[in-house]
């Protein structure tokens, strides 16, 4: 149905100068207002600034689609357009799930597009934490989403190994090593307090040898740095692998000033005359650029600032061929977007270049309580914490059931509970049941028939459950367009509702050999369905539970 409405689009768009533009087609909430409906004539009329109830009309003029499709079309409201599926529509849609099983539901509007996902990127100075483990979950989504709809996608973590965090972290460990071999030492400031780094110094000293604390104290300092960021690192990589988050490509800070892209990025901001001095320093002209202030580059000591190195690695992800970019970043980091989207608008490069999702805060709840520490870290609840308590699939789940930008209170008590309010155990068991239905009747879902008569379904729980089965191609669709993985788990969470009071409500098993054929066929697209979802999200789908 997309397809054919951008076809639609493409016929009158030249005439109403929309060509591009972006609609929604979606089930409407009240039954009453068709089974799909869609918003692409107010979208259009708001370019054209013309009557939005004229150019549905037209649009319905232009719509092309096979007979049998559509059984009725209303223009409704403001300029809705609504459409009631025929009987034949959601014949062949039961069997078009079925025919395509694991991947109903994917698209191909991305091919040809390579995308960048940048998603964690976070200092090798301690354990992930819980806002972390949520910016993997979106991160990842994101990235599944792209891949469903037939994007090139490369998964990125930028590895922040420069700076003067990483010499902080070195002279903890170091001071931690002396502790660990019987001797005085304080953590210098600014430095890394957590119960990690004593873990780290024994690993260090079991390691290297007892002889590794007599070191003179700049060539013990040095090597800490070596050891801190891999012993970090490693951490991470066991956490995120545990999590079901995997990357791509690992880009580091260091590594960008090891191949001299800062000295080639400043030439490059001072041959298109991007540049300026003032007061010592070397400043970016962003506010030519959207900012709302021009940004040092290079402060009047002689060192650079985060923001340059900044812009040599999205150059080199230019450079590296991507067509957008998308970092996923704290929400700590909402005022640098602008900064960083000024310089690719500097540079040159497409509006649509860069584009970031901004992470939210997670509280983490129990007993309605705020949890705030882990003995492990001394300041945080860990990602390791929060999967060991709930498992990867809960906590996946519940940082991706909101949209990214808001806060989340993540409730461990409900995270952690076998019952219909825990959303994800509720998805998962609609897949369980679905697939318990086969077991009991000693049938390979694999072989059930897609080529049944659907007046066989005679509920009304029947049509409704397939229905909204027709809805998920374009939920992933909208979900992949927005980058926003949470439309999908609220669809799972309908989808398992309507699973669960189809289950109680209809009998498979038992009925006239037409009904159970048909059932039984309804059961495996059900399956086929919440299956896909399930997997997009990185989530297991379990045949028990």
Not at 36 to 44: K, Y
Not at 128 to 151: K, M, N, P, Q, Y
Not at 203 to 211: D, F, M, P
Not at 213 to 233: K, W
């Amino acid at each position: 149905m997309s397809d054919a409405l951008r076809a639609a689009l493409a016929k009158v768009a030249v005439d109403l100068g929309a060509e591009g533009a972006e609609f929604v087609l979606e089930r409407p909430k009240d039954a009453g207002h068709g089974d799909l409906a869609t918003n692409l004539a107010m979208v259009l009329a708001r370019v054209q600034k013309a009557p939005p109830r004229a150019v549905a009309a037209r649009i319905l003029e232009a719509l092309d689609l096979p007979a049998g499709t559509i059984e009725k079309t209303e223009i409704a409201g403001p300029g809705f357009i609504n459409f009631w599926l025929a009987t034949d529509e959601l014949a062949s849609a039961l069997r078009g799930i079925i025919a395509a099983g694991p991947g109903y539901g994917a698209h191909t509007f991305g091919e040809g597009l390579r995308y960048n996902v940048e998603f964690v990127s976070v200092n090798p100075t301690g354990p992930l934490h819980v806002g972390h483990g949520r910016g993997g979950a979106l991160g990842d989504a994101i990235a599944s989403l792209l891949e469903w709809t037939g994007h090139t996608v490369t998964r990125e973590f930028y590895l922040n190994d420069a700076g003067v965090q990483i010499d902080r972290l070195a002279e903890s460990l170091w001071a931690r090593v002396q502790e660990a071999a019987g001797r005085p030492a304080v953590i210098p400031e600014g430095g890394y307090h957590g119960g990690y780094l004593r873990a780290n110094a024994a690993q260090v000293l079991e390691q290297e040898g007892r002889a590794f604390a007599d070191l003179p104290v700049e060539e013990g300092v040095r090597r800490c740095r070596v050891l801190a960021v891999r012993m970090q690192r490693e951490e991470q990589d066991r956490d995120l692998a545990s999590f079901g988050v995997r990357f791509d490509v690992i880009a580091s800070e260091q590594a960008i000033y090891d191949r001299g892209a800062i000295p080639e990025t400043l030439a490059l901001l001072a041959a298109r005359g991007l540049t300026f001095e003032q007061d010592g320093a070397l400043w970016l002209r962003t506010t030519d650029f959207g900012d709302d202030q021009d940004r040092v580059l290079r402060k009047s000591d002689g060192t650079f600032t985060y923001f340059l190195p900044d812009i040599a690695y999205h150059v080199d992800k230019h450079d590296r061929g991507f067509d957008h970019v998308i970092d996923v970043w704290g929400a700590d980091h909402h005022g640098y977007v602008p900064r960083v989207r000024a310089a690719m608008r500097a540079l040159g490069y497409p509006e649509a270049f860069f584009d970031v999702s901004i992470v939210q805060l997670v509280k983490v709840m129990r007993g309605g309580e705020e949890v705030k520490m882990s003995k492990r870290s001394g300041e945080f609840i860990t990602l390791r914490d929060l999967i060991e308590e709930t498992g990867p699939d809960a906590a996946r789940y519940f940082f991706l059931m909101r949209r990214a930008d808001s806060q989340l209170n993540f409730d461990l008590d409900l995270a952690t509970s076998q019952s219909d309010e825990n959303p994800v155990f509720y998805v998962q068991m609609a897949h369980a049941r679905m697939h318990g239905i086969f077991r009991v009747a000693g049938v390979d879902p694999d072989e059930v028939d897609a080529d049944v008569r659907l007046d066989a379904l005679p509920a009304p729980e029947d049509r409704e459950l397939l229905k909204k089965l027709t809805a998920f191609p374009e939920i992933t669709a909208r979900a992949a367009q927005e980058r926003e993985p949470h439309r999908l788990t609220g669809y799972l969470e309908d989808l398992a509702r309507l699973t669960h009071g189809w289950y109680h409500k209809c009998r498979v098993l038992g009925e006239p050999t037409e009904v159970e054929r048909a059932r039984l066929a309804l059961a495996r697209a059900t399956r086929i369905v919440l299956a896909n979802g399930l997997t997009i999200l990185g989530l297991t789908a379990p045949d028990r539970m």
